[in-house]
Every structure is written in structure tokens, then in C-alpha cells.
């Protein structure tokens, strides 16, 4: 009988295993296919704040995310920069390190990655989060550096 890698019925861990085995392959030294320059990631940055809609969460494969107060964070060392949750917030608060955007925000995000919580399933966003949508200085008017309360 073949030995079966993983947890037969839990497709949420399967996903999980799979995208590990990968990342591994990705990030081996001998693999010279995929070798990068360094090390990559994703970030979250202010435009998340007050609108926490938390899709993002729900697609990340290695359940990377991280809660705050008002908003969420990647740690930026267990990002597999696979992309997927990019397109799945409303605000476009996620963006890859490689964006210009994204170079004030990566340090905050290891800062407070290791400070907050781990969140793992979208939660109910806040009420007025349409309002804050597309709103100038967030950080500045609104950032909370309290934690949230994961899962
Ligand atoms: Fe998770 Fe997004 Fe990083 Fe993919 S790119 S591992 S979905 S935080
Ligand atoms: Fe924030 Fe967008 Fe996720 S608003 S909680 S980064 S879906």
C-alpha cells in the first residue's frame, strides 16, 4: 500500500502541505530554476486601515497574516509570495515588496507581525469600512497599535 502524505478528509490541511512542499522546492539553493536574488514577500499597507475586510486572509495557503486593532499585517519571513490574496482586497491595501509602494511599509509589517495575533478566517469587517476606502494618510489619522483579537 502506498503511504499517503497527508490527513485523509481535510482539505485545508492538504492545501497547507502542498504549499509548504512547494515553498521548500522554491527556496532550495539547488534549485537553480527558481533561484532568486533574495528572498521575497508581500506586504500589507495602510490602505488597510479601518477597512479590515479580511478576504485576504481566507486565501493564504500558509496562513501568514497577522491582526491588529484595525488592520492586518504579513509576516514578511513565512510569505511565500505566491500572490494570491493580492487581488482579493477591495482597498488594493496588499502589494510585493518589488512595488515602491511597499518599501516603508515592509519593516512595520516584521514589527507588528511578531506583536499581533495570528488570523487564519475572515472575521466581519467593520462597519464603516466602505468609508475609509481610498482614504489619504491612514497611518497617520487612524493606525491602532494594539492587537486584534485572531483566532
Ligand atoms: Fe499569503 Fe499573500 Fe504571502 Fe501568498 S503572497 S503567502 S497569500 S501573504
Ligand atoms: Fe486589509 Fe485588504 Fe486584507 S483591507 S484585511 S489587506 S483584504
Known amino acids: 500500500m502506498i503511504a499517503y502524505p497527508f490527513r485523509q478528509g481535510c482539505r485545508r490541511f492538504q492545501y497547507e502541505a502542498v504549499a509548504r512542499c512547494l515553498h521548500a522546492i522554491i527556496r532550495s539553493p539547488k534549485n537553480r530554476r527558481f533561484k532568486r536574488k533574495e528572498e521575497m514577500t ?3 499597507t495602510e490602505d488597510c486601515i479601518k477597512c479590515k475586510y479580511m478576504d485576504c486572509v481566507e486565501v493564504c495557503p500558509v496562513d501568514c497574516f497577522y491582526e491588529g486593532d484595525n ?3 504579513i509576516h ?3 510569505c511565500i509570495d505566491c500572490g494570491v490574496c493580492e487581488p482579493e482586497c477591495p482597498p488594493e491595501a496588499i502589494v510585493p515588496d518589488s512595488n515602491g509602494k511597499a518599501e516603508k511599509w515592509l519593516k512595520m509589517n516584521a514589527e507588528f507581525a511578531i506583536k499581533w495575533p495570528n488570523i487564519t478566517r475572515k472575521g466581519t469587517p467593520p462597519p464603516d469600512a466602505d468609508e475609509h476606502k481610498g482614504e489619504a494618510d491612514k497611518f ?3 493606525f491602532s ?3 486584534g483579537r485572531g483566532e
Do not use: R
Open 140 to 142: 497617520a489619522k487612524h
Open 42 to 44: 508581500y506586504v500589507v
Open 145 to 147: 497599535p494594539e492587537p
Open 71 to 73: 488592520m492586518l499585517v
Open 76 to 78: 514578511p519571513d513565512e
